[in-house]
């Protein structure tokens, strides 16, 4: 099994429904990222937690949300997709940052 | 991320030369990382570098960071089809503890 997992891989939504994507991770790490990824752009931070009770908006937090269901779990929900949230969408996790960040394998999102 | 400025955008090289690519901060860094991305798919962790003049190798791949800690590149030698692909550098700002990300450099390598 992948150390950090994203469901779906890929998934197509309508305006306006709510979506959510999940990420669970085997590291045992506390820290836990979000990010999307557009043409161009890189990744940019839309939530991350470093503990179950500690939640920090990124750069791009606003049309999203996210919950922090255990150490493992951290999942990203839009309350009303819309189609410029068309994105790749990963999840990264790590135990301090010279490491680096583990990165599940992305959900690729699309708002129609 | 403007903090962080990747050059060159896309690189289109022939297999066996040699390329480097640029990661430009506009502050000091903390740690600068070098991960690759095969399309679509997710980033692969390469190498961190932390300290001024600093300079590390993954097999082909050599990346240095200048004395000042603003500036990062990333050279390929002698390339190969593997190494086609995205290559980002993230940056740890005063030590936060999470990465801004350039925007990334699109590596093809022609047979």
């Known amino acids: 099994d992948a150390d950090v997992t994203q469901t779906p891989r890929n998934r197509i939504t309508k305006t306006g429904k709510r979506i959510m994507l999940e990420c669970s991770q085997t590291k045992g790490h506390d820290r836990m990222y979000w990010y999307r990824q557009d043409p161009g752009l890189g990744l940019r931070l839309i939530y991350y937690s470093f503990d179950v009770k500690d939640i920090n908006k990124g750069e791009i937090s606003d049309g999203y949300s996210v919950s922090r269901q255990a150490q493992a779990k951290f999942s990203l929900s839009l309350e009303s997709a819309i189609p410029n949230q068309t994105a790749l969408y990963f999840c990264?996790?790590?135990?301090?940052?010279?490491?680096?960040?583990?990165f599940g394998s992305g959900t690729r999102l699309t708002v129609v | 991320s403007q903090e962080l400025e990747q050059s060159p955008q896309s690189l289109i090289v022939q297999e066996g030369k040699n390329l480097t690519i640029n990661c430009t901060s506009s502050k000091t860094l903390y740690g600068l990382y070098w991960y690759k991305q095969k399309y679509g798919e997710g980033l692969i962790f390469l190498m961190m570098l932390q300290k001024g003049g600093e300079e590390k190798s993954h097999e082909k791949i050599t990346a240095k960071l200048d004395e000042k800690k603003q500036q990062s590149s990333l050279h390929i030698t002698a390339s190969q089809p593997s190494h086609a692909g995205i290559y980002l550098c993230g940056a740890d700002f005063q030590g936060a503890q999470k990465l801004v990300f350039g925007q990334g450099t699109r590596l093809t390598i022609n047979p």
């Open positions: 990264a996790t790590s135990e301090t940052l010279h490491h680096g960040y583990t």
